[in-house]
């Protein structure tokens, strides 16, 4: 790593300063074993280039002195690690008062990089504790992923129930850190339009990932064999991807290349990559990584769950190395022509691709040149120069936000409960008093409550084995909840995983599992053959819950159809017509239920919503 950085490349960023940043990570980066990590340092390296002063603080202590050592090489003040924060273990060091350090060096903004994968993230736990020590100090989160969209993709893929609860927990805390920083940064144009879809009053912007080094010239196809994947074991996600190549695709592969090799860069997995196969080769951490791009003839990326920029493709880029991709590891590089056709879901057609890239010189060296373009004109160092001095200029421009009183985000309820969390770091004893607290909630038939509390346990517990019991216990409590809420179809889905990833519930919460899933079934089975007026009403809701707009309507002129009179269900059907866009004959129906009952609250609030929709198309 080089401060060295040309001039005429910080995009202006020179023009803002001299200024003081505090730069908040799950750790201090390690740019050569992680995408996230490099794009910090490549922020961090570009502030120091124009002269501006960069504190940064690693809450945990799993770096190597090197690696502080190289960014104080740079003239960055490296603080590490933060041990009153630190989720789940105190590593040995002296406390870090922040009051104190904002004090004293008058930081301008803070960057916290919005990390999640450590169960706590940095963004929701230090935005807090900034906003009390630092009112002056604008705070922006800078985001290399769409964490609860990633863990939706994720469980889709596993099936797996854990993984669906922890990314409802997630998209709560994202929607509450979102919404109360300053700024939104992203790294992908299409993680910005997610975020804003999901969060409309969100105005994110792309700080665009950098390639350090875009090569002038690369070893030609000759020089080079075999196949190169890159990435570290720690991310399940990179896990996934290996199995699916090596199951799916690398056979097809060896069909017709018997001799070729995969290579495998990157820290493993903690229990090995699993493959007893001597042609696949595991390299394990690797300081420089020039090496490996500049041996391999084709770098395979079939990453088949995440969002975000998958960082390794961009480096592949820059080195000239033709990739064969899936289309989620292609997001945000905006690949055309010859790189384009690259992208394959499919294993056959992945696998054809690569054994075409083995194979034809001329193929591979019309891929190269085009990578090699490719990673100039997108991902020039000047371009995240650009976006940087823009998103500084406009988050320096604003007045910061002001915590609100009193409030407290998902993750920390426990915490402001039982006190003593702070200082215990046992993860088992955080997840009970989750249970506890979402039990409490429940008795006061704070329903929504109490599930979010539950979801905060599944998010504590990322790192924990998929199929260990505590989750099972975990779902048990969700089906007691979902069945209180009427959320059937969620109260046996999380029955059937109570029971099968912890067959040993205790006596009394498997009753409490078992009269759940049979009142759900009976529940289900009234709904599907609703007889009364109250069980069509149901059932109609029910129905509009999952966009079901025609069986809805079926079942509320089924009641009117023996009760013209009923003004719920005229609400109800009006309320339906709407959703489908059929706005004149909603407004009927709301007409016709204030014909019933004039001072209806709900027909008079829907009559004016859809009245103001009209006169406003009309204008």
């Known amino acids: 790593m080089s401060a060295a950085v040309d001039p005429g490349g910080l995009g202006g960023l020179d023009t803002l300063g001299p200024r003081a940043f505090l730069v908040v ?11 996230a990590d490099l794009r910090l340092v490549q922020i961090v390296e570009l502030l120091r280039a124009a002269g501006h002063r960069v504190t940064l603080l690693g809450r945990n202590a799993d770096s190597r002195p090197e690696h502080a050592e190289a960014l104080e090489a740079l003239g960055v003040t490296v603080l590490a690690p933060d041990p009153d924060r630190t989720p789940f273990v105190r590593p040995k060091g002296a406390p870090i008062d922040l009051a104190e350090l904002c004090a004293r060096e008058r930081f301008d903004a803070a960057i916290l990089y919005q990390y999640f994968w450590s169960g706590i993230g940095v963004g929701e736990q230090y935005l807090p504790l900034l906003r009390r020590a630092a009112p002056w100090m604008r705070v922006v989160l800078l985001s290399d992923d769409c964490h609860a969209l990633r863990e ?164 592949a880029l820059g080195h000239g190395l033709p990739a064969v991709l899936t289309t989620i590891s292609a997001e945000g590089l905006g690949l055309e022509g010859e790189l384009a056709a690259c992208v394959h879901d499919d294993p056959a057609a992945f696998a054809r691709r690569v054994i075409a890239l083995h194979e034809d010189a001329q193929l591979w060296s019309r891929c190269s040149a085009e990578s090699l373009a490719h990673a100039r004109a997108a991902f020039g160092r000047e371009r995240t120069a650009r976006d940087l001095t823009a998103g500084l200029a406009d988050l320096l421009s604003r007045f910061p936000k002001t915590w609100p009183e009193g409030h407290i985000g998902p993750s920390f309820q426990i915490d402001a409960l039982v006190p003593s969390l702070a200082t215990d770091r046992r993860l088992g004893h955080r997840t009970m008093t989750h249970v506890e607290l979402a039990q409490a909630l429940a008795k006061q038939g704070r329903l929504d409550d109490a599930v979010r509390e539950l ?4 998010c504590d517990l990322v790192f924990v084995d998929a199929n260990a019991p505590a989750f099972g216990d975990l779902h048990a409590q969700l089906a007691v909840l979902y069945a209180s809420a009427e959320e059937h179809e969620e109260c046996l889905a999380a029955a059937e995983a109570a029971l099968t990833l912890n067959p040993h519930l205790t006596p009394e919460l498997r009753s409490a599992v078992e009269r759940a899933r049979e009142g759900a079934k009976q529940a289900l089975a009234t709904l599907a053959n609703p007889r009364t007026h109250a069980e069509r009403l149901a059932s109609a809701a029910r129905c509009y819950a999952r966009n079901e707009l025609e069986r809805a309507a079926e079942h509320l002129l089924a009641v009117l159809d023996q009760d013209q009179g009923c003004v719920r269900a005229w609400n109800d059907l009006g309320a339906v017509l709407w959703k489908s866009g059929a706005a004149e004959d909603a407004l009927q129906a709301f007409e016709n239920a204030l014909l019933r009952d004039p001072h209806d609250p709900d027909a008079l609030a829907n009559r004016a919503s859809v009245l103001a929709a009209l006169q406003g198309a009309a204008a």
């Open 25 to 35: 990570y799950d750790h201090v980066p390690r740019p050569g074993e992680s995408g």
């Open 152 to 315: 939706e993709r994720k469980a889709e893929k596993s099936g797996s129930r854990s993984d669906r609860e922890r990314a409802r927990g997630l998209f709560e805390k994202e929607a509450d850190s979102h919404a109360l920083a300053d700024a939104l940064w992203t790294i992908t144009r299409e993680d910005k339009e997610r975020m804003q879809a999901a969060w409309p009053a969100l105005l994110p912007r792309v700080i665009a990932f950098a390639q350090a080094e875009v090569r002038a010239s690369v070893p030609g196809f000759e020089a080079r064999d075999g196949l190169l994947f890159l990435g570290s074991g720690a991310n399940d996600a990179n896990v996934q991807a290996v199995r699916w190549f090596v199951r799916e695709a690398l056979p097809l592969v060896r069909a017709e290349l018997p001799d070729v090799k995969l290579r495998l860069v990157g820290e493993p997995p903690s229990g090995g990559w699993g493959f007893d196969d001597p042609s696949i080769e595991t390299v394990g951490r690797a300081a420089d990584l020039a090496p490996a791009f500049d041996r391999a003839r084709v770098f395979v990326s079939p990453v088949t769950y995440g969002t975000g920029l998958k960082t390794k493709n961009v480096q």
């Open 455 to 458: 979801r905060m346990a599944f």
